[in-house]
Each structure stands twice: as C-alpha cells, then as structure tokens.
C-alpha cells in the first residue's frame, strides 16, 4: 500500500504540478497588476467588514474557518520535512508560493462567491459549484466534489491527528490510543452542531493559537536576533543554489517548498473558496480580497516563525535525497514537530515541548473541524438534485473514524496520503480556475471601478454579463422589489 502511494505521489506530484502552482500564481499576479501588494490596506480592512446573517457568517468567521484549514500541521511538521528534504532554501520557496498563491487565492474564493447557493438556509459554494456553473462540466464537478469527500474526509485528517499524537507523546507522554479517543470525541462534539458552530469555533481558537505561537516565535528571534542575518542569508543563497553545503539541491528545495507550501496555504488547491463562500458581502471581490490576506498569515507568519525558530537554533536535519546526511542538528527525533519541540526545549526547558504541543493540538485540530466543513459541503452539492441525508452521517462517522485511525498510523503513511489528497485536488481545481480567470478578473474591475467613485461595492452579475450566478440575480431582484414597495408605500 505504502509502496502504491509513494508510487501515486510521484506522478501527482510531478514537475508539472509545480511549475502549474508557480505559473498560475504568476499569471494571476501579472494579470491583476499584484492585487496582493496594490490592496494590501483593503485587505485588511475587509477582515472586519460585514456582519452575518441566518444563512452567511461575517468576513470575519469565512476568514477564521478559512485559517482553520490553512492553519495547520504543515505550519509546524510541514516546514521541518521541507528544510529536511529541500535544504533552507525550501523556506524562500514556501515565500514564493504564498506571494503568488494570494492572487490564486483571491480567484477561486472570488468564483466561489460569484457561484454559491442556499441549501436549506446555509450558503455553499466551492469548486464543484463554478465547475458546474461556469464551465458547465457537471462530470468534472462531480469529480472534484467525490476526490474531496475522499482527501478532506478520510487522507488528510490523519496527517493532523498522526502530528498532535506525536508531539503530545514527546511532551507528556500521552498514549496514542488516549489522544484519538479525545479528539474523536471532542471533533464530534464540533461537527454535530452545524456550520454556525464550526464558524463561531473558529471565530474564537484560531486568532489565539496563531498570534501566541507568534508570540514565541518573536521571542525566540529577539533572544537570536544576531543570528537572524545569517539565517536570512543561508535561506536565499540556498534556494538559488549559491550557497556551498545546500545549493545542490535546490531542485529538491522548490520541490518541497512549493509541495509543503500548498499543504500549508492551500492557495490553489480549492479548500478556501469553501469557507469564503458561506461569508454574507454585497460584492464576492471583497471576500476574494480577505481570503488572499489568509494565504499571507499562515505562510508569512506562522511557517516563517517556525523556520526560524528551526535555523537560529540549528535544530534541524538536512540530507541528500538519496538520504546521505548533508547536515545533523539534531539526533534520535524524526523529521516533523519533534524538531520545533526540540528547539524550544533547549531554550525554554520544561515547557518549550509542551508549548508546541499544545499550539499543534489547536492548529492541527482546527483543521480536522475545517476539512469536515470542506467535505460536508462537497456532499451538500452531491445531494442538491436528491435528498441523500445519512450521506452527511456516514461522513461524520468516517471523519471520526480517520481522525482515530491518524493517531496510530506511522508520520510516512499519513503524510503520503495527506500529499496525494492535496495533489489531486489542486490539479483539478487550478486547471478549473485558468479557465475561469476571466469572471474573477471582471470581478476585481468592477470592485475597483465601484471604488473609485467612492460607493461600497455591490454585485450584479448581470451587467457584468456573467450567467449562472443565480444567488445573486434573485437576491437583486428582492432588493430591487423590497425598493419598489417601499418607496410605494412612501
């Protein structure tokens, strides 16, 4: 099985997909004129505009339960098996793929808006809706809807189940067993009370894990701050293969930072346009905007503060990639969260384990709960033409399930299905939003076009001659009546 997977994964996982990652987040760079440098200010003011409604959550809440997803075990064990496999320089690469996933990112949360519908009072939206919509391929959106339920149902949880087990083994010695059993039932809790719960969960954990994990991180820096030059320096002469003991290989360094890079900020892959589509906004380029600014805060930040807390102590493997050490910080602990525990041990003895294990049991399970809403809303699509209700409650069970099972499974076997669930998603969903740029793009003119004239955005598909937006027509021909009645009654 093992082999089979491996196997997958360098065909999935090939030349192709990342130079299909770096070359869409170009393309939609150049095409936007770097939207995510020219509206970097409205981007954060977006963050806080909005509120929600009966079937929406604010920008706030799409943002948080979009983190939830993005925020993860690839911002801590995820950034280690890159400088492991990739050499330093795989850390400028994950850089890389967040400034140009951004502009992926505003696209397919964009689409994602444009394309959403109200099933039984909740918005949803997501790839497999502007598939259908606004390419009209009902097979490929079906298709992409079932290798979801598949990779964010049952592959990927393991992988962050498999890395809180672990770092809580390392810490406090906590049996596997023990963990899955918790989290299996603390996830059931979450997922058994509805998308409102999901949001108003993540509205309140994941600004706190991140900025404390942050925090630490900053710490550690100032405690460093001399090396940080240096280190600064080992990243970038080793990602253009100048520096004498990593630049060979730098193709393993893209490699591993474009693959890790996408796991963590999934800029592309088709998980965010899930979330950002439930959020209630008068115009989808806004929620476009916020959904790029997230692709910012996990990779910026949250994988930034762990690669330096990694190369300023010097806590970290590098080997060759016929597996020859190239450099050995660190001794009898395998590539993954182990290193960041290590780090923080040698520097807060007594608690630096235990922090990081804290900080991935709240990253790593926040995202269990967001690829639950990922999948559930990939069945709420599969299910709009029949009424299939215990599909939702096998899914519950089989994400239970899975997330049980990742406590006990080896950190390979996790992380190789984890990759080729986020591979296959990817694949599908970037050559789904090539195809589309051109709605997202007249989007963004619109928005700025609204701006100028200095009103607050508001979306009509119509005129924009974009069809299939069909939420939008009728919720601008109730406001249009609503209008009418009321200035009758005037």
């Given at each position: 099985m093992n082999e089979l997977v491996t196997t997958l994964n360098e065909y999935v996982w090939s030349t192709a997909l990342i130079a299909l990652c770096l070359g869409t987040g170009l393309y939609f760079s150049v095409r936007s004129r770097f939207l995510q440098l020219r509206h970097l200010r409205e981007m954060t003011r977006l963050m806080m505009d909005g509120k929600s409604s009966d079937q929406g959550v604010s920008s706030f809440q799409a943002l948080t339960m979009t983190l939830a997803g993005r925020v993860g075990t690839g911002n801590i064990a995820g950034v280690a098996t890159a400088i492991t496999f990739g050499g330093p320089g795989a850390v400028f690469w994950m850089w890389m793929v967040a400034f140009l996933g951004a502009s992926s990112a505003f696209v397919e949360s964009t689409l994602g808006q444009v394309y959403k519908e109200s099933i039984n009072k909740q918005y949803r939206g997501g790839p497999?809706?502007?598939?259908?919509?606004?390419?009209?391929?009902?097979?490929?959106?079906?298709?992409?809807?079932f290798v979801t339920v598949i990779a964010t149902g049952l592959l990927l949880p393991g992988v962050q189940a498999n890395s809180i087990a672990e770092s809580l083994k390392t810490a406090a010695g906590v049996d596997t067993t023990v963990t899955g059993a918790l989290l299996a039932i603390a996830l059931a809790f979450i997922i058994f009370g509805g998308v409102k719960r999901i949001a108003t969960f993540a509205e309140y954990v994941v600004p706190f894990m991140a900025l404390g994990y942050i925090v630490v991180a900053c710490i550690i820096v100032?405690?460093?701050?001399?090396?940080?030059?240096?280190?600064?320096?080992?990243?970038?002469?080793?990602?253009?293969?100048?520096?004498?003991?990593?630049?060979?290989?730098?193709?393993?360094?893209?490699?591993?930072?474009?693959?890790?890079?996408?796991?963590?900020?999934?800029?592309?892959?088709?998980?965010?346009?899930?979330?950002?589509?439930?959020?209630?906004?008068?115009?989808?380029?806004?929620?476009?905007?916020?959904?790029?600014f997230s692709v910012y805060v996990d990779t910026l930040f949250v994988c930034s503060a762990t690669a330096f807390m990694l190369l300023i102590t010097g806590q970290y493997n590098v080997?060759?990639?016929?597996?020859?050490?190239?450099?050995?910080?660190?001794?009898?602990?395998?590539?993954?969260?182990?290193?960041?525990?290590?780090?923080?041990?040698?520097?807060?003895?007594?608690f630096g384990a235990l922090f990081v294990a804290i900080a991935l049991l709240f990253f790593a399970f926040t995202t269990i709960v967001a690829y639950y809403y990922i999948a559930e809303t990939n069945i709420a699509y599969i299910n709009r033409a029949t009424s299939r209700p215990w599909m939702a409650f096998v899914l519950k069970l089989c994400i239970i399930a899975a997330t049980f099972y990742g406590t006990?499974?080896?950190?390979?076997?996790?992380?190789?299905?984890?990759?080729l669930g986020v591979g296959l998603m990817a694949w599908l969903n970037i050559i789904a939003i090539l195809l589309m740029r051109n709605v997202a793009f007249k989007c963004l003119r619109d928005y700025e076009a609204q701006k100028a004239q200095g009103k607050d955005p508001v979306f009509d598909p119509v005129a924009l001659g974009i069809k299939n937006a069909d939420y939008w027509v009728q919720r601008n021909s109730q406001a249009a009546a609503q209008d009418k009645t009321a200035e009758t009654v005037r």
């Open positions: 497999a809706f502007y598939i259908e919509k606004g390419l009209g391929v009902k097979w490929y959106a079906l298709l992409f809807a100032a405690l460093h701050i001399e090396q940080l030059p240096n280190v600064l320096g080992l990243i970038f002469r080793s990602a253009f293969a100048m520096d004498a003991g990593f630049g060979a290989i730098i193709g393993m360094a893209i490699q591993w930072g474009v693959k890790r890079g996408v796991y963590s900020n999934e800029a592309g892959q088709g998980t965010g346009p899930h979330a950002s589509s439930a959020a209630e906004v008068s115009h989808p380029a806004k929620q476009g905007l916020v959904q790029g080997q060759a990639p016929d597996g020859t050490p190239m450099f050995t910080g660190v001794q009898g602990v395998a590539a993954g969260p182990g290193y960041v525990q290590t780090a923080l041990e040698n520097i807060m003895p007594g006990v499974r080896t950190a390979d076997a996790a992380w190789a299905l984890g990759d």
